[in-house]
């Protein structure tokens, strides 16, 4: 792994676990997401979605890695 400096040190990772379901993310509440992550974009945090299927692969983490600037050799 090769580290480089963070472009920005600041993110959120969000896990969406209705994504296959439908799960939580209907009418008023999915305004109130949108409104959420506006918000955090707003305030220089940007926001990285994965879902579970992710997190247990791996694409999650180098997601997270690559924002990091972080590269598997």
């Known amino acids: 792994m090769t580290d480089a400096p963070l472009p920005n040190p600041r993110f959120a990772v ?12 209907r009418g008023v509440q999915a305004d109130a997401e949108c409104e959420k992550f506006n918000q955090a974009t ?7 979605h994965v879902t579970p299927a992710m997190v247990e692969d791996g694409r ?3 997601t997270i890695e690559r924002a990091l600037g972080r590269t598997h050799d």
């Not at 707003?42 to 990285?48: I, L, R, S």
């Open 14 to 25: 969000e896990v969406d676990g209705g994504s296959w379901s439908g799960g939580h993310r």
């Open 42 to 48: 707003m305030d220089g945090w940007p926001v990285f």
């Open 60 to 62: 999650a983490l180098q």
